[in-house]
């Protein structure tokens, strides 16, 4: 039972436009959600999170907002940028685990931001 | 500071055989946990370590298991080594704290079983 669904396996723009990575889960009560990025031969690396008390997190180029009602988060970018290529997992924490180890990943959705 | 790092980072095993993957955290943080990443199939969680004791456990069989020494540094092993074992494991450790709980990914262990 996948409970965060990233249905987009992979995603191409073109360098300055917006990027939107989508992300779908099924349990009502994830508290936290976070995006990672992850390049080749690298490990996984913290992007942006948000509570679920919040609709609208942002820093910098990257924007995340969570729909509660549609079970759907997205992440922007914007600009896009070449060096922003890699595989983006959206991922959630569990009721009672936010202050632990465990999340539940998305499967991934690979950007490729082309010159 | 140093990061998470994950030894060996690359290592083939035939079918049967066992391995031990290391990781030593992130100086001063006391979680340790463990993810399997597979082509399609995301990162799953495997366990956490957490002050040497196990406090969350994912849905793998008994032949993944883990430990953690007092310097937080950490292991897994996997026995009896199948096809499918083939990944990415992960290691990542985390300081534990109120809200999102951020976690520090090594660069992974690709585990090639033959």
């Known amino acids: 039972d996948q409970q965060v669904k990233q249905n987009s396996p992979s995603l191409s723009v073109q360098e300055g436009r917006i990027s939107i990575l989508n992300c779908d889960y099924t349990n009502s009560m994830f508290d936290y959600f976070l995006w990672y990025k992850k390049y080749p031969a690298e490990g996984p690396t913290f992007l942006i999170s948000?509570?679920?008390?919040?609709d609208k997190n942002e820093d910098g180029r990257f924007t995340v907002f969570l729909n509660k009602s549609a079970k759907h988060l997205s992440l922007h970018i914007v600009p896009s940028q070449p060096g922003d290529s890699a595989v983006y997992f959206c991922a959630a924490s569990a009721p009672g685990s936010s202050n632990t180890g465990k999340l539940i990943f998305g499967q991934g959705t690979t950007l490729q931001v082309k010159p | 500071k140093a990061g998470v790092t994950q030894t060996p980072r690359y290592l083939i095993k035939t079918r049967g055989q066992q391995v031990t993957l290391s990781c030593s955290p992130i100086?001063?943080?006391?979680?340790v946990s463990w993810y399997q990443q597979t082509p399609g199939q995301g990162l799953q969680f495997l366990f956490e370590?957490?002050?040497?004791?196990?406090?969350n456990k994912g849905n793998f069989p008994g032949r993944f298991s883990g430990r953690q020494f007092s310097n937080s540094r950490s292991e897994m092993n996997v026995s009896t080594l199948e096809l499918g074992d083939s990944a990415l494991y992960l290691c990542a450790s985390s300081l534990i704290r109120a809200g999102a709980n951020v976690l520090t990914f090594g660069a992974g262990s690709r585990l090639t079983v033959l």
């Open positions: 948000i509570s679920s008390i919040k």
């Open positions: 370590y957490f002050s040497e004791t196990q406090r």
């Open positions: 100086s001063g943080h006391r979680s």
